[in-house]
T-cell receptor, first 114, second 112 residues
Framework: GENVEQHPSTLSVQEGDSAVIKCTYSDSASNYFPWYKQELGKGPQLIIDIRSNVGEKKDQRIAVTLNKTAKHFSLHITETQPEDSAVYFCAPQYSGGGADGLTFGKGTHLIIQP | ETGVTQSPTHLIKTRGQQVTLRCSSQSGHNTVSWYQQALGQGPQFIFQYYREEENGRGNFPPRFSGLQFPNYSSELNVNALELDDSALYLC???????????FGSGTRLTVV
């Protein structure tokens, strides 16, 4: 099965600064790399994803970069705002078949300091 | 387009009892999966249903079981509840397995 590690477990940044969260995985067959955001009292929400034929993807202030050789991908948030405060999870997976479900990292608690 | 809705939002049960949690998938989604999220942890995969059949299961004992109905709604049943079953239970649906899951807000189960 997939082993997933996220770093850091907690990240505190000043509002307006950038935040980077890294996810390392073990299964070289993984080809789909999503990031989920979970706010207090809510379920995880998909915020950005990338497939293995792409190295980087951006969506406004959020970007994901992938290094398949090193088996890690990262979430980048620029110009952080108070509403970015949440727990962020990565969940790399192989989408070629089977039904193994998502394997989540343990999460990164992002705190935006005013 | 409606999202994923789960009921109830909170539940308290006694050890040894049985519980049923319910989920309505997002409109048009035919795959539903269930996750258990302990406090401070990432969600853990329980099982997945596609076309009313279980087609994937995580490392959970048989006392965790489920159903998917023709309208793609789903139930999670847990028998012989244990204290460690206390967690947030999340339902997620998707049109195609493996891509783009939509999660509900979960049911917070407390076993006393």
């Amino acid at each position: 099965g997939e082993n997933v590690e996220q770093h850091p477990s907690t990240l505190s940044v000043q509002e307006g600064d950038s935040a980077v969260i890294k996810c390392t995985y073990s299964d070289s067959a993984s080809n789909y790399f999503p990031w989920y955001k979970q706010e207090l009292g809510k379920g995880p929400q998909l915020i950005i994803d990338i497939r293995s034929n792409v190295g980087e993807k951006k969506d406004q202030r959020i970007a994901v970069t992938l290094n398949k050789t090193a088996k890690h991908f990262s979430l980048h948030i620029t110009e952080t705002q108070p509403e970015d405060s949440a727990v962020y999870f990565c969940a790399p997976q192989y989408s070629g078949g089977g039904a193994d479900g998502l394997t989540f990292g343990k999460g990164t608690h992002l705190i935006i300091q005013p | 387009e409606t999202g994923v809705t789960q009921s109830p939002t909170h539940l308290i049960k006694t050890r040894g009892q049985q519980v049923t949690l319910r989920c309505s998938s997002q409109s048009g989604h035919n795959t539903v999966s269930w996750y258990q999220q302990a406090l401070g942890q990432g969600p853990q995969f329980i099982f997945q249903y596609y076309r009313e059949e279980e087609n994937g299961r995580g490392n959970f004992p048989p006392r965790f079981s489920g159903l998917q109905f023709p309208n793609y709604s789903s139930e999670l049943n847990v028998n012989a509840l244990e204290l460690d079953d206390s967690a947030l239970y999340l339902c997620a649906s998707s049109l195609v397995a493996h891509y783009g899951y939509t999660f509900g807000s979960g049911t917070r189960l407390t076993v006393v």
